[in-house]
């Protein structure tokens, strides 16, 4: 029963975590066309990201945390054991990717005051959105081989 709820929260958590990502997948289009002082005036200034910071950094974390405790509490389940430790994995290179390359944009708009003006918005919007794309992609394969760690060990009811 503590593989179930393990499976559980592995789940809920990795599939908020994903969900995060891919909403900035969605935005990115109609975020690139916008010009550059307002695409950093609304990213930075306005707190539309706040919640991804406080709450999502938990999300992330603990979806870490919780693959990698369901690895080994499936280790003995040859399938289903690669599948979860390979979604712990691939859930830290998403936020290996994201240290890498969202955060340190983050840093570089952080130091904007308050209106950017003549500040070379391209480059930081750039790095900023396609890095977002990238930590998505190491979750969605984290995500898939999580729920391929469930399917593997599901096994086909009788049939009548």
């Given at each position: 029963m503590?593989?179930?709820?393990w499976?559980?929260?592995s789940l809920?958590?990795?599939?908020?975590?994903?969900g995060?990502?891919?909403?900035?997948?969605l935005?990115?289009p109609?975020?690139?066309?916008?010009?550059?002082?307002?695409?950093a005036?609304?990213t930075?200034?306005?707190?539309?990201?706040?919640?991804?910071?406080?709450?999502?950094a938990?999300i992330?974390?603990?979806?870490?945390?919780a693959?990698?405790?369901?690895?080994?509490?499936?280790r003995?389940?040859?399938?289903?054991?690669?599948?979860?430790?390979?979604?712990a994995?691939?859930?830290a290179?998403?936020?290996?990717l994201?240290?890498a390359?969202?955060?340190?944009?983050?840093?570089?708009?952080?130091d904007?005051?308050?209106?950017?003006?003549?500040?070379a918005?391209?480059?930081?919007?750039?790095q900023?959105?396609f890095?977002?794309?990238?930590?998505?992609?190491a979750?969605?394969?984290?995500?898939?081989a999580l729920?391929l760690?469930?399917?593997?060990d599901?096994?086909?009811?009788?049939?009548?």
């Amino acid at each position: 029963m503590l593989i179930y709820w393990w499976r559980f929260l592995s789940l809920l958590l990795t599939s908020l975590s994903l969900g995060m990502s891919f909403a900035h997948v969605l935005e990115m289009p109609v975020r690139l066309r916008w010009p550059a002082t307002f695409w950093a005036d609304v990213t930075t200034f306005h707190g539309l990201y706040d919640m991804f910071g406080r709450i999502g950094a938990v999300i992330d974390v603990s979806a870490i945390g919780a693959c990698a405790i369901l690895a080994v509490l499936v280790r003995a389940r040859r399938p289903a054991f690669a599948f979860s430790l390979t979604a712990a994995i691939m859930l830290a290179i998403g936020l290996g990717l994201w240290f890498a390359q969202v955060s340190p944009m983050n840093a570089v708009m952080a130091d904007w005051s308050t209106y950017v003006g003549a500040v070379a918005v391209d480059p930081v919007r750039q790095q900023w959105e396609f890095g977002h794309t990238t930590v998505a992609i190491a979750k969605l394969l984290a995500a898939a081989a999580l729920f391929l760690s469930v399917l593997a060990d599901t096994r086909q009811a009788p049939r009548a």
